[in-house]
């Protein structure tokens, strides 16, 4: 590896994110509702579950915030997250309130249980594991640190590949786990990956983004295989 090279990666190095991946299943739920779920979450009395095209969404996530050992910062005023999805497709770029929803709360106070909804999909409680070396993909490096050393460099090209970290299951914080071209770092908050035991799948094995905005206005974006 050439020694210009080699420089460009120890300083990725230092670029390295810290995240909350993850943890799904392998443990038993707890009683109380107001935790870490996919298929399952809460809202205010009367509140219910948000209705696209004359039918309800279901709860795919929902995170509990104090419950994540790294917490970005556009979720520091925020106790509690629930994303929403339709049951009728993915709403592939499609603006916040269409075909997908967050809702969030300042305080978890009054929260409760939803009222259940058949979906095809299995419900499981969700624990956080923290880790302090996600590494960005090849598109979105580029706008972390310049890259053209390495590209011009096999061995170091490989050693990107091959010896970074990326965490491509469901995480808060971090990097976005790009599949096909760079998913954006700038206002990412968290990703929901294709969790096999949940049944849940974006497409061929994808994995759906979401980004806030300093406004606090919501995007989400999916890639696939």
């Not at 908050?189 to 497409?203: A, H, P």
Request: net charge negative; with cysteine.
């Amino acid at each position: 590896m050439k020694s210009k090279s080699a420089l460009v990666l120890e300083d990725l190095r230092t670029q390295l994110r810290p995240a909350s991946v993850a943890q799904v299943g392998g443990f038993g739920p707890s009683a109380d509702p107001i935790t870490s779920w996919f298929l399952q979450g809460v809202s205010l009395p009367g509140e219910g579950l948000p209705v696209w095209k004359g039918q309800p969404m279901f709860p795919l996530l929902q995170i509990r915030t104090d419950e994540l050992p790294v917490v970005p910062e556009q979720l520091k005023d925020v106790a509690l997250l629930v994303l929403y999805h339709n049951l009728e497709s993915h709403p592939f770029d499609q603006p916040h309130g269409e075909g997908w929803l967050i809702r969030e709360y300042a305080t978890l106070e009054g929260l409760e249980l939803l009222p259940a909804i058949n979906t095809p999909y299995r419900a499981f409680p969700v624990r956080w594991v923290s880790v302090n070396d996600d590494a960005p993909g090849w598109e979105d490096a580029w706008d972390v640190i310049d890259l053209s050393d390495v590209n011009e460099d096999e061995d170091a090209s490989n050693c990107f590949f091959d010896d970074f970290n990326r965490y491509s299951g469901t995480k808060v914080g971090g990097y976005p786990t790009e599949i096909q071209h760079g998913a954006g770092i700038q206002d990412f908050v968290f990703q929901v990956g294709s969790e096999e035991k949940v049944n849940w799948m974006w497409s061929d094995n994808g994995i759906g983004y979401f980004h806030k905005s300093p406004e606090g206005i919501w995007t989400f974006s999916c890639q696939f295989y």
